[in-house]
């Protein structure tokens, strides 16, 4: 057998130009082809003018991404080659009927007597979506409908001679523990990654693989809504590396429609024209004219809709949600990440630092900020630190898997004990002190006597502690930070936590100033950033930087 790479490193170049994004042919091409032969002339779209096969309303990409799955099972050993795939495709490029297909088609070829296959929906509508496609698919074919007994009920497709069945389940309402399922389709991948409980259910949907080498799993998905999130992110940044060639994984298949990074800096998705990259069934199962006319509604409805709209129909990341009442900051936050940025490193660049603290209740996160003046540059550089309690996770369910991603990320500790959160924050502030460059601790001077006990405690120097006026008063640091993060003069650490709490900022206005809220703002948290502007407050009171000698300094 012949040695390939499912890595694409080139797959800015073949996007543009239309070329495949697999670069080497079926690996067992019999096996393609007999699969094929069902997938695409045998198999009808009775819901399309006309009814025609698969095959006949089918574009390339598709009969590629086919083959590429069923030429992977080598027959001589029983092997699957390559056991997982991963294709990222716009809305309404029918990824619900190649579910149908492939897995119908993947029922058929099955030699295993009683195997299982599996269709995971998040929803009932989706799993409907899969369903209703297979079994017009199996009636429109007298040999199909001799073979295969279909439950609509039940939601189950029974091979008559073999015993194998096809189930279509739905994620929200029925189990999937115990399955021994020799195929595994994920549908909209994305809705999962907002389930906390998605890595469990995935383990156990796909644990039967570990005794049938010939299985195999499918992840179909387009971009999510809001910013990526648990198994969703997970599967999408492994993806990517592989696809990059920076993660060496021949048994995974990326397959993804999205813009090339230079094309999203210049915003080459508000063209119309462009819109073919992330959608190849442009002109078959994706009408130009919809699309048209649907960023046209979305551009009236306002900015979120129209970020939903390039979520879901141009398959664009959304990193911030740009609202209309956004805090104007979150403009340039993202450009304005600095990865290098660490405790260590503030430290080590920095004249004179303040700390920022907000939140601490039991249904908040407690976010410490910590910021410094760039020795010589004067650049405001900051860090974040932030916990939770851990009923958080169960009393904000939408998103918990966020808060576990950013757990994952080092950025959040989600603790039992909030005493122990604040015991912990006082240490970090106490450190910094000990080094000789800690000016102020600023923050909400309500309902925060626990910290300042607990730093109190860790002996810090209680003048050190300030009130940081919140409401209308607070508009002088959110201005001074919005404007130095414009003009490059702020610098972050690039934490995904706090890009998430300036994306939840809304602004109010109030007479000539504006406030950002956690009232205004909902349920969404902001407490890392309401913990910057503290920390912005103390900087523009122009502290001075302590005379330390070499020998005063303790770095880490």
């Known amino acids: 057998m012949a040695e390939w790479s499912t890595s694409c490193p080139d797959w800015q170049d073949r996007i543009l130009s239309r070329r495949s994004l697999i670069r080497f042919a079926p690996l067992v091409q019999s096996e393609a082809d007999a699969a094929l032969s069902i997938l695409l002339h045998e198999l009808q779209l009775v819901d399309v003018a006309g009814a025609p096969t698969v095959g006949q309303a089918s574009r390339p990409w598709l009969v590629e991404f086919a083959a590429s799955i069923f030429g992977a099972y080598n027959p001589e050993t029983g092997r699957r080659l390559i056991s997982e795939f991963f294709l990222l495709i716009s809305k309404k490029n029918s990824k619900s009927t190649i579910a149908a297909a492939i897995m119908l088609t993947a029922l058929v070829r099955n030699w295993r007597r009683s195997a299982e296959y599996l269709i995971l929906a998040p929803t009932v509508e989706i799993a409907d979506n899969s369903f209703k496609p297979a079994a017009d698919m199996i009636r429109a074919s007298k040999r199909l409908a001799a073979m295969l007994h279909i439950q609509d009920h039940y939601r189950t497709i029974t091979h008559k001679t073999m015993g194998a069945t096809l189930k279509v389940v739905a994620a929200d309402n029925e189990a999937v523990g115990g399955k021994k399922a020799t195929g595994v389709l994920v549908d909209e991948l994305w809705q999962f990654g907002k389930r906390v409980n998605a890595d469990g259910m995935f383990r156990e949907a796909t644990g039967g693989l570990a005794s049938r080498p010939e299985g195999f799993v499918i992840y179909l998905s387009s971009q999510s809504d809001t910013p990526p999130a648990g198994v969703f992110k997970q599967k999408l940044d492994y993806a990517r590396g592989v696809r990059d060639g920076t993660i060496i994984d021949n048994q995974f298949l990326p397959i993804l429609y999205e813009y090339p990074p230079a094309m999203l800096r210049d915003e080459a ?46 398959n664009v990341e959304i990193g911030l949600r740009l609202g209309s009442d ?41 976010g410490l900020c910590l910021m410094g003046r760039e020795i010589g540059t004067r650049r405001w550089l900051c860090w974040h630190r932030t916990w939770c309690h851990r009923s958080v996770l169960w009393l904000r369910k939408s998103e918990a898997a966020r808060l576990l991603d950013f757990e994952r990320d080092g950025d959040l500790v989600i603790i039992d004990d909030m ?87 809304k602004v109010e206005p109030k007479g000539n100033a504006v406030t950002i809220t956690k009232q205004a703002s909902g349920t969404a948290k902001i407490d890392p950033l309401m913990a910057l502007f503290d920390c912005a407050a103390c900087l523009t009171a122009h502290p001075q930087a302590p005379s330390l000698t070499e020998s005063d300094v303790r770095f880490f």
């Not at 119309?272 to 048209?292: K, M, Q």
């Open 269 to 314: 998705y508000n063209d119309p024209s462009t819109w073919w990259i992330t959608n190849p069934n442009l002109g078959a199962s994706v009408d130009r004219e919809f699309l048209i006319r649907e960023h046209m509604k979305a551009g009236e409805a306002g900015a979120d809709a129209l970020v939903g709209f390039f979520a879901k129909h141009v």
């Open 326 to 366: 956004r805090w104007r900051g979150a403009d340039s936050w993202l450009a304005a990440g600095d990865r290098s940025l660490d405790l260590a490193a503030l430290l080590r660049r920095c004249e004179v630092i303040v700390a920022g603290i907000d939140g601490g209740g039991l249904d908040d996160l407690l």
């Open 419 to 505: 005493l122990r959160a604040f015991a912990d924050l006082a240490v970090i502030v106490q450190e910094v002190e000990a080094t000789g460059l800690l000016d102020k601790v600023g923050m909400d001077p309500m309902g925060v006597g626990l910290i300042v006990e607990a730093m109190a405690e860790a002996g810090v120097d209680r003048n050190r502690i300030v009130a940081v006026p919140q409401g209308w008063k607070l508009n002088g640091a959110i201005k001074a930070a919005e404007v130095k993060l414009e003009s490059g003069e702020l610098l972050h650490a690039a934490q995904p936590i706090v890009a998430w709490a300036v994306s939840n900022a």
